[in-house]
């Protein structure tokens, strides 16, 4: 069965500090990979998706980048943390059946920028 | 503009039925869906619409209808563990997601 797993589970950064978080898929292979940032009181939002190795569509201008350096790999990362990138971010790859194909979510990593 | 919309939060009794409401103006349609998350954890898939009319999985039912922008996630039998926000997202002509804000529902005994 595919699996979807993303961490770190928890973080403190301070501004202007880089950031990294990894997510991995099992189970499957070339899967369509997505982060959302969720903050509250509002809708997810796509930052970044990824349908194969090394191609990335960034749907939000932003001091954040995303990386698929291998095909079940996908990595948000920043070279300087703002404020404003505190949140719950989440990864997501689309799965479920050929019609529906709905998203299947990480465990999600929240980010606190201090 | 796209445009989801939800009611912020919601209360019900344990054991009743609760609707919750979505409506939707966006740029084309390919589909509804309704997801549940537990605070603090990601969401979870719990149905898709795509024609008009009822699915129904188990305790929990959604209702399309595209004419109106409309469609409510239904669940009877409330049990405490229901108490979650429930989040409704539309797919558009371009196939992206637009999410709502999410309803949080809150199940008291």
């Known amino acids: 069965s595919q699996t979807i797993h993303q961490w770190p589970a928890t973080l403190v950064q301070p501004v202007g500090s880089p950031l990294s978080l990894e997510c991995t898929v099992e189970g499957t292979s070339n899967p369509n990979l997505y982060w959302y940032r969720q903050a509250a009181g509002r809708g997810l939002q796509l930052l970044f998706y990824?349908?194969?190795?090394?191609?990335i569509s960034s749907e939000v201008p932003q001091n954040l980048s995303a990386s698929r350096p291998q095909d079940r790999q996908f990595i948000l990362s920043s070279k300087k943390l703002l404020l404003s990138d505190s949140g719950f971010y989440l990864c997501?790859?689309?799965?479920?059946?050929?019609?529906?194909?709905?998203?299947?979510f990480g465990e999600g990593s929240r980010l606190t920028v201090l | 503009g796209q445009n989801i919309d939800q009611p912020t939060e919601m209360t019900a009794t344990e054991g009743a039925i609760v609707q919750i409401n979505c409506t939707y103006q966006t740029s084309g349609f390919n589909g509804l869906f309704w997801y549940q998350q537990h605070a603090g954890e990601a969401p979870t898939f719990l149905s898709y619409?795509?024609l008009d009319g009822l699915e129904e999985k188990g305790r929990f039912s959604s209702f399309l209808s595209r004419s109106k922008g409309y469609s409510y996630l239904l669940l009877k039998e409330l049990q405490m563990k229901d108490s979650a926000s429930y989040l409704c997202a539309v797919r558009d002509s371009n196939y992206q997601l637009i999410w709502g804000a999410g309803t949080k529902l809150i199940i008291k005994p």
């Open positions: 619409n795509v």
């Open positions: 990824s349908v194969g190795i090394g191609q």
């Open positions: 997501a790859w689309r799965g479920g059946s050929f019609e529906a194909g709905e998203l299947f």
